[in-house]
């Protein structure tokens, strides 16, 4: 994907970045024209965080890596929007905590799922679940039910970055340990996510990969990992970034 002509040094720089990168996304039969209304409403709750990855967010994304490294079958679902933001991003991830990846639409079609797959191919996925469909989520009746039964369906960790709520508390009810990335702590999602991370995707993925990269360099155990996980608050953590948005400054 080309990136637009603008210095880095400008103050809007990422932002502006981000719009582009999905105005492309569209253009290229990636990101459904509802993503752009999405990204503009992230956005928002992103200008009030700082446009900067708040302390509860880093220890978020810690919390998550030990989950990803800790699983049997972990697996990061992808939409849209997450295609155009950061699929070379996804596909670090998935190799740092070896991951399966798959796409899931609400706005799915056979031409919009190929070229999702296409796309995060062309930024180095060797394998890309999602075209399959063998497998449902009980209690969706929209297109997002639909998933890999070797995929999310067998999945104990998910990670689902923009993730709509209803399809969130399905997979919960699955007992499946979730990761969501949402940049509003009072979304559907985020309030029944395991591991929330209120961040804008395109610093929450790298960071992620970051942690895992880390604790797996450290020689982290089994039971140093678990330690992690147990002592992650997912209130606390949603609080803390309740409180910032509201403040408009970080958590600290």
Do not use: W
Request: aromatic share 2%; proline share 4%; net charge negative.
């Amino acid at each position: 994907m080309s990136d637009i002509e603008i210095p880095e040094s400008h103050p809007r720089y990422q932002s502006l970045l981000t719009r582009h990168r999905i105005e492309e996304g569209v253009e290229k039969g990636i990101t459904s024209r509802q993503g752009l209304i999405a990204q503009g409403r992230g956005e928002a709750f992103d200008y009030l965080l700082g446009e900067r990855t708040i302390p509860s967010a880093d220890e978020a994304a810690r919390a998550a890596a030990a989950h990803l490294l800790l699983a049997d079958h972990p697996v990061i679902s992808v939409n849209g929007n997450v295609a155009a933001l950061c699929p070379g991003e996804i596909v670090e991830l998935a190799a740092a905590v070896d991951a399966d990846i798959e796409v899931n639409l609400f706005n799915r079609t056979d031409e919009r799922m190929r070229a999702i797959v296409d796309h995060l191919r062309d930024h180095g996925a060797d394998e890309v679940k999602g075209l399959t469909a063998d497998g449902r989520i009980p209690g969706i009746d929209h297109e997002r039910a639909k998933v890999d039964a070797d995929g999310i369906g067998s999945a104990d960790v998910v990670v689902v970055p923009l993730e709509d709520g209803d399809r969130a508390e399905a997979l919960g009810a699955m007992d499946k340990v979730e990761i969501v990335v949402d940049l509003n702590p009072m979304s559907r999602s985020a309030q029944v996510a395991t591991v929330p991370i209120v961040d804008n995707i395109v610093r929450a993925v790298p960071n992620i990969t970051a942690h895992a990269r880390d604790l797996r360099d450290a020689g982290a155990t089994r039971e140093e990992l678990e330690t992690i996980v147990v002592e992650f608050d997912a209130d606390a953590a949603l609080d803390a970034a309740e409180r910032a948005i509201r403040a408009g400054t970080d958590d600290e």
